[in-house]
């Protein structure tokens, strides 16, 4: 919402907003526009008058502004309705959807673009490197999209998705979450389902060719063009990749019908960032941006902020940041760095603040995800729904838990020690912890280097 509130100041609009407890990057981007933002949902904001409100899937019947607008009879509709009528009608839509991975796809996709000159619009759940901002108005015709499957409004329960009519369709790959909307992983794939019925006939649709759960949801109906990739190649897969067998995946061949076709060197790591690549690379030639151009920008893309993140390093403790919430993100995540660092130790500090975390869904598959980590923190907040301490009782000795996050940052200020590399997973802004570590370890040591 964030981002559509800045397209809309950028298409002349005056623009305000509402919400709680917000955060950085968000609140110093919206600040930064000259975006009001009012604390709190009191009916008082509505005395402004505007012509519309954009309600976020976050508002429900019973919040005070929501019961004055619906009283008053104030036009309203929801951000994904007003972007599909006032922005994306006439453009190009490249939309990236998926479990994993939408964010960092769609920063490559718009920065692929920009680079090659075509100034694309877009709107990304994260600030990308490469332009410091999570949304561009842009010029005609492409417009990038992060296409995010959960449900649209109190009053449309229809997925976001379905309202931005794609010509390009990035589906990465699928599996179950956002278990307060959707009961299993096969309605989630009834949603897919419905963004590949708009993909029209003359658009493409690129797939990962590995993931069962996107081979079922075209296997519903597809009436597009379709490209897969997969970094190990198979069957029907035209994108794949080569790397070293011990590599971090800093460096790779990018391979299109099984021929080299470049070689990537970058600043990102882990195998889960190749694929991104590869459906990031084979949407942007789609739009005609030739595969070596696509993958030159690549080499000067700099990642998105809260993904692996380096916050900063004090007395030789790296601090990182990592938006990892789904056990197969956290897995990847981890990968990613021992790859990178090797023997060093990893310290992993989960925060399950997802909806789908706190009802206790990946509880079973949670200890596991976190395994390749030396030790391990969670925080287990008042209003958690299950046992914290069982779920990772599996690790024994490694595992940790801290019901306060006072504790849990003493406790971290306490143990981590030169050499280690905390690894701080979270989807929200978890009580600023990365800051106050940091900030707690210089206190310990006396000298700092922020990053």
């Not at 933002?37 to 954009?54: C, K, M, R, S, T």
Request: glycine share 10%.
């Amino acid at each position: 919402m964030g981002g559509i509130a800045a397209i809309a100041r950028a298409a002349g609009h005056r623009v305000t907003g509402s919400d709680r407890n917000v955060y950085p990057p968000m609140s110093t981007q919206l600040q930064a526009l000259g975006i009001e933002l009012i604390e709190g949902y009191e009916p008082a904001q509505l005395d402004l008058n505007p012509d519309v409100v954009l309600v976020g899937n976050v508002m429900t019947r019973g919040m005070p502004v929501i019961e004055a607008m619906l009283d008053r009879g104030v036009k309203y509709t929801s951000g994904p309705e007003w972007l599909a009528e006032a922005v994306l009608r006439e453009r190009w839509v490249l939309a990236v959807a998926g479990t994993h991975g939408k964010t960092t796809t769609s920063s490559m996709l718009a920065w692929i673009l920009q680079d090659a000159g075509l100034s694309p619009g877009f709107l990304i759940g994260g600030i990308p490197a490469n332009f410091g901002e999570s949304a561009r108005l842009g010029e005609a015709p492409f417009f990038v999209i992060e296409a995010d499957e959960y449900d649209t409004a109190f009053f449309d329960k229809r997925a976001k998705f379905v309202h931005y009519r794609p010509r390009t369709a990035v589906l990465n790959n699928l599996e179950y979450d956002h278990a307060d909307i959707y009961p299993d992983l096969a309605a989630i794939e009834r949603q897919f389902h419905h963004l590949v019925r708009t993909v029209p006939r003359i658009g493409r649709i690129v797939c990962n060719g590995a993931d069962e759960a996107l081979s079922r949801v075209l296997a519903c109906g597809c009436w597009t063009p379709v490209e897969k990739f997969a970094r190990e190649g198979g069957e029907g897969v035209q994108w794949s990749a080569r790397a070293a067998a011990d590599a971090d995946y800093s460096c790779f061949e990018v391979l299109k019908d099984g021929q080299s076709e470049g070689t990537l060197r970058w600043q990102l790591l882990g195998s889960h960032n190749v694929d991104n690549a590869l459906a990031a690379l084979a949407a942007a030639r789609h739009c005609g941006v030739p595969l070596e151009r696509g993958i030159d920008a690549l080499k000067r893309f700099n990642g998105v902020a809260r993904r692996m993140q380096l916050r900063g390093e004090v007395d030789g403790v790296r601090v990182y940041d990592d938006f990892a919430h789904h056990p197969t993100a956290i897995a990847t995540t981890i990968d990613g760095l021992r790859r990178r660092i090797g023997a060093e130790r990893i310290v992993a500090v989960l925060e399950p603040r997802s909806n789908t975390m706190q009802l206790g869904v990946h509880r079973d598959t949670l200890a596991r995800s976190l395994s390749a980590a030396d030790e391990v923190w969670l925080y287990a907040p008042p209003n958690i729904g299950w046992n914290v301490r069982e779920a990772v009782a599996s690790l024994g000795g490694r595992a940790h838990v801290a019901e306060d996050l006072d504790a849990l940052l003493h406790a971290l200020t306490e143990r981590l020690a030169r050499g280690d590399h905390a690894l701080i997973m979270s989807n929200g802004g978890f009580g600023g912890l990365h800051h106050r570590l940091l900030e707690s370890l210089k206190g310990r040591a006396g000298s700092v280097r922020q990053d």
